[in-house]
């Protein structure tokens, strides 16, 4: 229930109190004491950008500063109380509410915010750092959040996850579309980064789909980070939201609970989880592993992957290309062949007696599950050289895009290349020469921001 009243505001805003209902019953004393906190090492305005970016769900907008721009006076507080969690708004966005009440999906996504900083701040905090020192205490805190979210289910292997930029044109939005409508028809559910763009067509054509199959027990999951949550904002359809504390765990959290992978055309963030997937894949201990991956567009995508598959055979050799298949202008195969690569996964996990619901066969190295701080030393330190192993390498390249996914839309990366200028990326010649041509390509066909002119947050040089 929630008691409201709007304000007098340039924008329409509402304030309210709200009842958590379900997967988010109770809170300990210490934790709604650090998401109160709102000294500097505290999680007030950690929780504040979060909440307000799905208070404003469906947002055209990727830059993380405009909600708190358009709403600077939002503010929330948790609360418990005998009878459970009471959350409080002041000057909420009112495109969240209706006739008085919240919007009972965007309500769930409030509470999933809640439930996940809560959870960071206590089982994640200080005091645990040695347990995330190590390959495996990072594997389990990746389960930790995931269980925690409930997302977990022992059911039978079905997700499929889907990369994609959350900048793309329409023909390349009604293909993400076309090709969830065909997954849904075989009964496959969605994970995405929970964004616009590629991460929700996927989600929209497979809720056509899962209805006319009368499919009541649906997933459309989206797996996002505090950095990144403010810039892409839940689309509408997610009804399982994940709040992973960085991109590395989030990366992990893709490739453990997703069954196959289909990547749509996309920017520097989705040629980041390529490398990510690729460079785990690639290491001798992951050989036999059975992992459907497809690349797949659009007929006027073909160029985009061409370009895409070009750069990774530069970089990471053709033995990379055995890992993935690229399918063009046909939904309904690149379906066929993911549903066929998961029951593939299903008989492998029966065989070695593996979890259905979280991948722990799967081999992650440490250097792809450390944090990495974009900052300018870091970024012009990156070794960026042929001779290294391509897994090696992989980690590197991907620390790369993740460094100018940050300078894009983090707002911790922009504020670095205000201050500093861009960053500067070194490496072998024909290396970033290929790199600095994808760059462009990804300019040219406004992969980069949504809306506006797109001024480069790096530098490539040889």
């Known amino acids: 229930m929630t008691d409201t009243s709007t304000a007098a505001k340039a924008l329409p805003v509402v304030d309210a109190r709200i009842y958590p209902k379900g997967g988010l019953d109770v809170l300990s004393r210490d934790e709604v004491a650090r998401l109160k906190d709102a000294s500097g090492g505290g999680m007030h305005e950690l929780l504040r950008r979060c909440a307000l970016a799905v208070l404003t769900s469906g947002s055209a907008s990727d830059d993380p500063r405009a909600a708190q721009e358009l709403y600077p006076d939002f503010d929330i507080q948790v609360l418990q109380q005998d009878r459970g969690v009471r959350i409080d708004l002041a000057n909420a966005p009112a495109m969240a509410f209706v006739d008085g009440e919240i919007i009972r999906g965007v309500a769930e996504l ?15 905090g200080p005091e645990y750092a040695a347990d995330l020192e190590s390959s495996s205490g990072l594997t389990n805190a990746v389960f930790g959040l995931l269980r925690n979210a409930r997302i977990l289910q022992p059911s039978e292997p079905n997700l499929v996850v889907c990369w994609g930029g959350h900048s793309i044109g329409r023909d390349e939005y009604e293909y993400t579309k076309d090709v969830g409508y065909e997954l849904g028809l075989r009964g496959l559910d969605i994970c995405t980064g929970c964004g616009p763009g590629a991460m929700k067509g996927p989600m929209k054509g497979a809720t056509i789909a899962h209805a006319k199959q009368r499919k009541r027990r649906t997933r459309y999951i989206g797996i996002t980070e505090p950095g990144i949550i403010a810039a892409e904002s839940p689309n509408p359809i997610v009804n399982h939201l994940v709040i992973m504390p960085d991109i590395e765990k989030r990366l992990e959290a893709f490739v453990r609970l997703g069954h196959g992978i289909i990547v749509f055309p996309g920017g520097v963030g989705t040629a980041e989880e390529i490398l990510y997937l690729l460079g785990i894949l690639l290491r001798e201990e992951n050989a036999q592993l059975p992992f459907p991956l497809i690349l797949t567009g659009p ?77 300018h030393e870091a970024m012009a330190a990156l070794d960026l050289h042929h001779g290294r192993k391509p897994h090696e390498l992989a980690a590197d390249l991907r620390r790369a895009f993740s460094g100018i996914v940050a300078g894009n839309v983090k707002e911790d990366g922009m504020r670095r290349i205000e201050q500093y200028g861009p960053f500067q990326i070194h490496g072998d010649t024909d290396m970033m020469q290929a790199l600095d041509a994808l760059l462009r390509a990804f300019v040219e066909q406004r992969r980069m921001k949504i809306a506006g002119e797109y001024r480069p947050c790096y530098e490539v040089l040889a």
């Open 110 to 124: 409030l509470f999933a915010v809640v439930r996940d900083l809560a959870y960071t701040a206590i089982e994640l």
């Open 299 to 375: 007929v006027a995508a073909a160029p985009y992957f061409e370009q895409i598959d070009k750069f990774i055979r530069l970089t990471l050799g053709d033995a990379a290309t055995s890992r993935y298949q690229i399918i063009v202008g046909d939904p309904a195969a690149v379906a066929k062949r993911m549903s066929a690569g998961i029951a593939k996964v299903r008989e492998y996990r029966i065989a070695q007696k593996d979890s259905f619901y979280f991948n722990w066969a799967l081999t992650i190295p440490l250097e792809f599950q450390q944090p990495f701080a974009p900052t």
